[in-house]
């Protein structure tokens, strides 16, 4: 991730991770209260009923039970200098009381996680076999490349695709969920603040999916939302993999490539969420408003979401509330986090950073194993300047008279060409100077050179000259010579031509 504030993104992170979280209290640990139990034990009468308000698996017998021992366990006062003998029974019951309590609520998250992912596996396989029976198993071909867009509520989802497309070269249109789901009884679904079915999302987005040349990628916009629907795109994922195995030895195999899945969320925060959103529809009524009184232009759609605050954060929240399924994915797939509070023009910036190239991610597992051990060119200049001054100072010391030799080439051979060519910016020095034919005396030659500031290609040709036929074998004999050049760049020197005056 390369956001343009780190921190402003850490802290979007982190309060959309909590806010998912039950608003009821938890509970508050008795070793941080009880130390008022005595004097005011209405403060511990209001923590246990918090606590017993957001854990279930607290009976009211237990709660009564906790009550009572709490208001009659005057001598439980904790010193802020010490603790009590006595208490140690009380507290460590309590302390169990409290892991007790704990694990009941981990358990019970647990199953429902497996719940969802069993629903999901339903919902999934159900909705994939509706769409292969129309389509056939062979014809099941999804885009090689998908880009999951998500993001708050008028953080620019649709203003920003262009650049995303553009910058992943997809020529394929942008699917977007809220069109797919624009039926009548959607509508009226989407207008309450409502989900529609997981099946039917699914469905409907895997038609779309298959409609999509599958050479080039697509991207969602609006999917994943629900823990649900986040376990239907890692089984779909799988089941791309899947497909493309079973199809590898066959004729069909390039239309099954190894699947890439990227998940992007534009981020904002609420304030600035509804601002736009009310700013949005505001702006679309006023056009609508002139459009009816001239009769010139097209009425455009109203979204009921954009004149009701109401509605407006209610959307928020559940954008918040989902988050947290997001995240699961970004263990998984790679995961872009854009900070979109900026203009367009800098939030645009960000995503074509956010979507170069990487081989790793698109290039086929053998594939790039085989060239990774290749240094990247970005990268290779990086510890150059280091490199060049440890190779000058160990052959300086090390080996003087090889040293030597280069540095007299350089003042015979190099140094008066690139004079005579000191406007140019360019010199090519052809030698057939035997030392050339030593690689290290070379090495020390162009180390030499670029330490100077000149940019330095070095190449070797044979010329073969005809010297002699052999009378017997009536070969040609011919006689090899060596000719190095060497082609020196530097800046070029630009003089300003005088111009006569009359």
Known sequence: MRPSSPTMLAQAKNVLTHSSRPSTPCAVSLL??????????????????????????????????????????????????????????????????????????????????????????????????????????????????????????????????????????????????????????????????????????????????????????????????????????????????ELRREHKQTPFKDYFPRPTFRICVLYVDEEISVNRQVMRGKLIKEHNAQVQRSGKGEIKEERVTDNDELLIRARYQIFKDHYSCLLKLSKIFPFHLINAVGNIDSVMRIILKEFEYQSSLELEHDTYEAISHIPLATKIGIHARQDLIRRLEHYCEAEPELFSKAVGFIDQEVSPMVARHAISGQALVRSDNPILSDPKIVEVVISILSERGYAVTMDERVHETPKRVDPKTWEIILERTHVYALNVRFPQHHIQPLEQKF
């Open 32 to 241: 941080s209260s009880t130390k008022a139990i005595g004097t005011r034990p209405h403060l511990a009468a209001s923590t246990l009923i918090h606590r017993n308000a957001w854990s279930p698996s607290l009976t009211s017998r237990a709660l009564v039970s906790n009550l009572s021992r709490r208001y009659t366990t005057t001598s439980l006062t904790v010193s802020n200098e010490k603790t009590n003998v006595n208490q140690a029974p009380a507290l460590a019951a309590v302390a169990q009381e409290d892991s007790m309590v704990e694990n009941a609520a981990q358990k019970e998250k647990q199953e429902k996680r497996i719940s969802e992912i069993k629903d999901a596996k339903l919902i999934f396989n159900q909705a994939f076999k509706n769409v292969q029976d129309i389509h056939g198993r062979d014809n099941m071909r999804f885009p090689k490349e998908i880009i999951w867009l998500m993001g708050a509520p008028g953080s620019g989802k649709g203003t920003h695709t262009p650049a995303i497309l553009h910058a992943r070269g997809i020529t394929n249109p942008s699917i977007s969920m809220s069109s797919l789901l624009s039926t009548p009884e959607c509508k009226e679904l989407i207008n309450k603040g409502l989900m529609i079915s997981d099946g039917k999302v699914v469905e409907n987005l895997l038609h779309a999916l298959l409609d999509c040349e599958p050479e080039v990628g697509v991207l969602v916009d609006g999917f994943p939302r629900s823990e649900v629907q986040v376990e239907c795109l890692k089984l779909l994922h799988e089941r791309m993999h």
